[in-house]
């Protein structure tokens, strides 16, 4: 399975900021979304990128606990209506994202 980008087309991952589920903690830290069939539907999971690795431990916030607030941020995001606060990482766009069969 595959984001659909509106610009681009399929992209393997799309990218949602911190800020959601963070606040001021992780604005502009964005999490790398990824989906992959489960089940026979799609599952979200968030992980921090490595590149944002050493601002977490640097700061000893946890990096499991905000992955997992991130995922369920993202899943909702999901079923409510498309997917708006996730962004493009090619054109950075946050056009509605659709997921491929
Ligand atoms: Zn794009």
């Given at each position: 399975?595959?984001?659909?980008?509106?610009?681009?087309?399929?992209v393997d991952?799309?990218?949602?900021?911190?800020?959601?589920?963070?606040?001021?903690?992780?604005?502009?830290?964005?999490?790398?979304?990824?989906?992959?069939?489960?089940?026979?539907?799609?599952?979200?999971?968030?992980?921090?990128?490595?590149?944002?690795?050493?601002?977490?431990?640097?700061?000893?916030?946890?990096?499991?606990k905000w992955?997992?607030?991130?995922?369920?941020?993202?899943?909702?995001?999901?079923?409510?209506?498309?997917?708006?606060?996730?962004?493009?990482?090619?054109?950075?766009?946050?056009?509605?994202?659709?997921?491929?069969?």
């Amino acid at each position: 399975m595959k984001f659909i980008c509106q610009n681009c087309g399929e992209v393997d991952h799309v990218l949602m900021d911190g800020y959601d589920v963070g606040d001021r903690l992780l604005e502009g830290v964005m999490f790398k979304i990824t989906v992959k069939k489960e089940k026979f539907q799609e599952t979200l999971t968030a992980h921090v990128q490595d590149q944002d690795k050493s601002y977490f431990t640097d700061n000893h916030i946890s990096i499991k606990k905000w992955e997992k607030e991130m995922t369920e941020d993202a899943k909702l995001s999901m079923d409510e209506d498309g997917c708006c606060m996730m962004y493009c990482p090619k054109c950075n766009d946050n056009q509605v994202i659709d997921i491929t069969e």
